[in-house]
């Protein structure tokens, strides 16, 4: 009998250890002995640099609507109708390996690790410089085609997303995919990014506040996000008070159920 009960105080403390933690499932806590931060993180502060495989919006217009039809891409078979994500994707400016796009009149540019704002200056001079003068009021803008993800494992909508914004955060994009589970281990994000020189991997804890001076905490396009589960979802013991005690209950009624068996 003192087995008995031995075995069911050990149970208990098992299944007790195995419900997911509060500090575990807040985001950008200041830990224990962590300095405050009063420091602006100077990664948001800098201008984004084009890479490979990004997609560019560019307008171009001038005060003569002809001149401007010039630069549009929109009449080149594109169907009118599109909306937002593959109307950007068709209408607007594709990275290739090489780091070039190519602009109707222009021919192809070179943007590779330049700024929007550097690329803007460049094709400005270069329409004054060759097409049009000072009088044509050249006008141009140019944004990135949205900020696209890829969000997999512990999240409540995995899967490839764009944000229509200059900057996206990681927890803005996790938040957009419908947050972390109770199984996500917020404490072991992996973001998967590709750059000139190679693929980089990165772990970030988001329930640390450390966090936001990290050179990661922001998005850049095509990065990978991995949320890697936490070990309670292996155990299958429950991940909340509630779901802990229905296991508990159900392994006592079981393990009763043998002893009565047993003994019979």
């Known amino acids: 009998m003192n087995k008995f009960k031995y075995s069911i ?17 807040q985001y950008l806590q200041v830990k224990e002995g962590a300095a405050e931060m009063q420091t602006i993180n100077q990664v948001s502060l800098k201008p984004y640099r084009v890479q490979v495989n990004d997609n560019l919006v560019i307008k171009i217009k001038t005060s003569d609507p002809k001149l401007s039809e010039m630069f549009s891409v929109t009449n080149a ?11 950007i994707y068709f209408q607007g400016y594709n990275v290739d390996d090489h780091g070039n796009i190519r602009i109707p009149v222009l021919g192809e540019l070179n943007v590779l690790g330049f700024t929007l704002e550097e690329i803007r200056i460049t094709i400005e001079k270069r329409l004054l410089d060759e ?6 009021d050249v006008f141009v803008a140019i944004k990135l085609g949205g900020i ?19 900057k996206v955060s990681i927890i803005e994009a996790i938040a957009n995919s419908g947050d972390i589970t109770m199984v ?59 779901q802990s005690l229905s296991t508990i209950i159900t392994v006592l009624s079981l393990i009763t159920s043998i002893i009565i068996l047993t003994t019979i």
């Open 9 to 25: 105080v050990l149970l208990l403390i098992f299944l007790i250890l195995s419900c997911v933690p509060v500090k575990d499932l």
């Open 77 to 87: 078979g594109v169907n009118q109708n599109l909306q937002s994500e593959e109307a």
């Open 131 to 136: 097409y049009f003068n000072k009088q044509a």
């Open 148 to 166: 696209r993800y890829t969000i997999n494992g512990e999240v409540a909508s995995p899967g490839t997303n764009v944000l229509y914004q200059e």
């Open 184 to 242: 996500g281990d917020r404490k072991n994000v992996v973001l998967i990014r590709q750059t000139p020189v190679g693929t980089e991997m990165h772990t970030l804890d988001l329930t640390d506040v450390a966090v936001l001076q990290s050179p990661y905490f922001y998005l850049q396009p095509n990065d990978y996000i991995l949320v890697n589960p936490l070990k309670q979802k292996s155990w299958g013991t429950g991940t909340t008070g509630i």
